[in-house]
């Protein structure tokens, strides 16, 4: 939790991957190291209320967790519709749920870019928002725009928690 999602409802959203549990490894398939593709991700409990859904992966312990320097962000994506449950394996842009816009990440383009830590075991947060409102086009917002443009809106809010550390 943090200020964006202080006080907002972990209740019924939950967010889950077939290919790592919370708190697990990642697999090498989704990381530099590997194919470096988007792993399948799959959510249930939505509020009926919920507009949009906003997906936002992070790294806060970059670039060593021993001394966490920033927050590197690896992939946003918002205005999912509600009525879509998933994110498939490797999700290619042109597959994305019809309306789903993406953010820059910190690689400096609009596409998913898989961890890829210089030294050490990090987390990667991948965080899901229920809002009620569907966002306007932000024209491809950095993190921080795309969590000014909801900060009031967040329904739901939860996150499922991977580790990655390069062989």
Known sequence: MNSLTSGVKVVTLTLTSTSFIQNGAIPIRYTC????????????????????????????????????KMIWVHWLLYNIPPENNNLLDGIAPES??????????????????????????????HKLYAIDIVLPDLMKPTKNNLEQA?????????????YYQRP
């Not at 939505?46 to 970059?62: E, F, G, Q, R, Y």
């Not at 909801?150 to 991977?162: A, K, N, P, V």
């Open 96 to 125: 994305l749920p019809f309306g789903t816009l993406r953010g820059i990440n910190d690689w400096g383009n609009l596409d998913y870019g898989g961890p890829c830590p210089p030294v050490g075991n990090h987390r990667y947060f």
């Open 33 to 68: 190291d590997g194919q470096n593709i988007s792993p399948p991700l799959f959510w249930t409990g939505v509020p009926n209320s919920t507009k949009s859904l906003v997906l936002i992966v992070d790294d806060p312990d970059a670039p060593d967790p021993a001394a966490p």
């Open 150 to 162: 909801m900060l009031g809106h967040i329904i739901s809010y939860t996150e499922l928690i991977g």
